[in-house]
Nanobody
Framework: QVQLVESGGGLVQPGGSLRLSCAAS????????VGWYRQPPGKQREFVAR???????NYADSVKGRFAISRDNAKKMVYLQMNSLKPEDTAVYYC?????WGQGTQVTVSA
């Protein structure tokens, strides 16, 4: 059984930064690909970033150069550092691992 808990969302001004965290349970964490997805208001859920067990990463074009995903296998944590935030980054952000989703954390970028 896998459980994922996201945290770190909030309200931030355009140009600001936030760091999201995803805490995972389960003994298979270090071998797992972990991804961040987001669902903007009224839109479908979309891919943001993923990190492989070896540390390689993929990003959506819309966040390249602004967001950075990282992981700490010892703590079973995955992070999403978000810089230069834009209003269009407003969404509920979700963590995904092995088909399991977290409950999401709200990020709102507004002046």
């Amino acid at each position: 059984q896998v459980q994922l808990v996201e945290s770190g969302g909030g309200l931030v001004q355009p140009g600001g930064s936030l760091r999201l965290s995803c805490a995972a349970s389960g003994s298979i964490f270090s071998d797992s690909i972990v991804g961040w997805y987001r669902q903007p208001p009224g839109k479908q859920r979309e891919f943001v970033a993923r990190i492989f067990s070896g540390g390689n990463t993929n990003y959506a074009d819309s966040v390249k150069g602004r967001f950075a995903i990282s992981r700490d296998n010892a703590k079973k944590m995955v992070y999403l550092q978000m810089n230069s935030l834009k209003p269009e980054d407003t969404a509920v952000y979700y963590c995904l691992m092995r088909g399991y989703w977290g409950q999401g954390t709200q990020v709102t970028v507004s002046a």
